[in-house]
């Protein structure tokens, strides 16, 4: 809460750290290019779109194959993977504080299973064609994602009160529900199986810019709305009825955080499927490093997220190369350990 | 005095079971006022629906008389401030950042805390003796602590009202003082309505100014602290027999349970009339369990006020008595001597001996004279400075030993001698 001078510096570390992570994720892959080349792309895409500045990045150099690759493959994958991490992390620290539970992940009212089905609905109707530049499953994905947490949100609701253990019980049995239904698709259509499995371990590969674009504007304006209501949740975790008596509006500020935060997951599954650990574990790790303060926590733990998902992505497309590991194998064998070593040093509860 | 809170016919149920019934309260501004009562008699339900935790199923509760649901969370955050009952919180914030939590209803939304809010949060950081943790984290610290911090984040929401639920039920006698003496301080400097659920009535009756008593949902009594803490109606609420007396050292008001059993052996009656020689708080055992035992009793000369006094007035006794702190009256002392000449036994209690009362020992020194049984009940036999007149005191009880006065050491003894 006190505005303690190292917050700042914390925030300049994430962002030089955030932006040396896609440069050098940019170089690293099959094509040999070169840092300084990767660099100058980067600045000739930021500069196009300040065009006041009037100044001209020299790409002459660089052969026009590299430029191709990092404009058009790697740079909007590593853009994605960021805004994904990004929202995941920041919805997990709003749950999280929210629910009072630190088990609460951007899943756990039953959004990924709510995703998973309707992929898999989609890939069983072989729906390949797109619409506006988006695949039918990524759709699925989404109004499954919604509709799980439409009817999770009803099923805890009581009156004008949405008690936040009956949410998370709703959460586990329409989760479990789903995720019956989907397997039962997987059993009658077992050529699927595969496919279906693929999806949810998450995967940026093949991603492209038109995802970029429909997955920025939702998660930017989400991750500010619940911004805003970050210092609400520092006083819910005093307790809903303490947080009432010192002017918080609860049932009002825990409907604009579950809508919130469900169209933000519902936008990064359906463009990436479901890349589990992220939202769980990068928030205990900010909270660990920066401060229980959400207001400073929730921008912490989404930039931690997203350089963190960059990482994942690029050893996802590089380490077997050229064959892909879905992005949610890594972050669960990469994070775990991590997350595990943080907790026995700092012994502090969570 | 203004009315601060009034609640208007409440009734709030919890399934099927009535928690509260019908109930109707004004509380005063700037005022100390605790809720008392049994387990499950709705205190906390009450304090709650105040709060607006809980709404009332039935009726309502206006707050400067507006009903409550009519104001907005943060409008009601810096009329009324609430201590709940767990402060426990599970994260690390620092006690600063707790205290700073409660000037939430007088920031804008899309504001950081500014100079002024920080004045105000030192400022209740130091009344409440917190400061010096300001850099602690909130669960690292003692329950004592972590009770004064959760006070000052009231305090630092500026509200002209507090309710607390059991401020000090988890904390030791020290800490309990130290928390109440501090509410008291803030209601006395501050203006701050202080309206507090206590399981402790003793407590209850040495801070508040009012009492409200609660019995199965329905208030028993509301008042002064003097007419609440009366026999009758914490006997109606708590259902066991109280002495209440005054301390002697405080001037407070206290309260003494008798113990549930006695209850269900009823009192015979027993024939004997028995005067006891008391004064300055020896002989309230000994009435008591007389009392208990069925014996009429009659006790003097005592000064009015003295808590022997006390007892005797609250179980209907014969009492000759004396105006406050003054020497035994010719008049005080003949209506003594009466008493003790219609009893059939007396019993001399270990009193303090003084100028003022010596007057006693010329009375029992009579009876014996004129043949009645006396008894000298010594129960602090290894107190031996109770003679406060040079001597003069001392050399009349030998005397009166010397007349037939038969010292006796524990009470079991004087029960079994007196039934004969």
Known sequence: MTNKPQNGKIFIVLIV?????????????????????????????????????????????????????????????????????????????????????????????????????????????????????????????????????????????????????????????????????????????????????????????????????????????????????????????????????????????????????????????????????????????????????????????????????????????????????PVGIITALSGGPFFIYLLRRSKKMI | MKKSIEVKDIAFKYNDEMILKKLNVAIKENTFISIIGPNGSGKSTLLKTIARNLLPQEGAVFLKEKNLQSYSAKDLAKEMAVVPQTTEVNYNFTVEDIVLMGRHPHIKRFKREGVKDFEIVKEAMELTNTWHLRDRFINEISGGERQRAIIARALAQESKIILLDEPTSALDIHHQIEILDLLKELKEEKDVTIVAVLHDLNLAARYSEEILLLYEGEVVTIGSTEEVITVENLKKAYNIDMIVERNVYTGDLQVFPISAKNKLNKRCKKSKLLHIVCGGGVGKDIIQSLYEEGYDLSIGVVNIGDSDWEIGRILNLKIAEESPFSEISEEAMKKGSQLATEADAIILTSIPIGKGNLKNLQIVKEQLEQGKTVYFYNEYKHVTKFDYTNGDGIKMLEHLKYLGLLTLNCKAELIKVLKG
């Open chain 1, 17 to 325: 750290a955030l932006l040396t992570t896609m440069v050098v994720s940019a170089t690293v892959g099959a094509a040999d290019i070169t840092v300084v080349s990767s660099l100058k792309i980067f600045l000739s895409h930021i500069l196009s779109y300040t065009p006041i500045l009037g100044i001209q990045i020299d790409l002459t150099d660089i052969p026009s194959s590299h430029i191709a690759i990092v404009s058009n493959i790697r740079l909007p994958r590593i853009l994605l993977s960021f805004l994904v991490g990004y929202a995941l992390s920041v919805v997990g620290v709003a749950f999280q504080g929210m629910l009072k539970n630190p088990m609460a992940d951007p899943f756990i009212i039953g959004t990924s299973s709510g995703a998973a089905l309707g992929a898999a609905i989609a890939i069983m109707l072989k729906l390949n064609t797109a619409f506006l530049g988006i695949g039918f499953v990524s759709i699925f994905a989404f109004c499954g994602a919604l509709l799980s947490t439409f009817i999770v949100y009803n099923l805890a609701r009581s009156k004008a009160k949405v008690p936040v253990t009956t949410l998370l019980l709703a959460g586990v049995a329409i989760g479990q529900f789903f995720t019956a239904i989907m397997s039962f698709i997987m059993i009658i259509s077992s050529k699927d199986v595969t496919s279906i499995v693929f999806w949810t371990m998450g995967s940026f590969s093949s991603r492209g810019w038109n995802h970029v674009w429909i997955a920025f504007f939702p998660i930017l304006i989400g991750s500010i709305v619940l911004f805003f209501f970050s210092k609400d949740i520092n006083l819910m975790l005093l307790g809903e009825d303490t947080a009432e008596n010192m002017g918080v509006e609860v049932e009002r500020t825990k409907k604009i955080i579950l809508i919130t935060s469900a169209l933000m997951t519902a936008v990064a599954v359906s463009v990436s499927g479901i890349i589990g650990f992220v939202g769980l574990i990068i928030p205990h790790i900010a909270r660990m490093i920066v401060s229980p303060d959400n207001r400073i926590l929730m921008p912490a733990s989404g930039l931690i997220g997203g350089i963190f998902l960059v990482v994942v992505d690029t050893f996802a497309r590089t380490i077997i190369a050229p064959t892909e590991v």
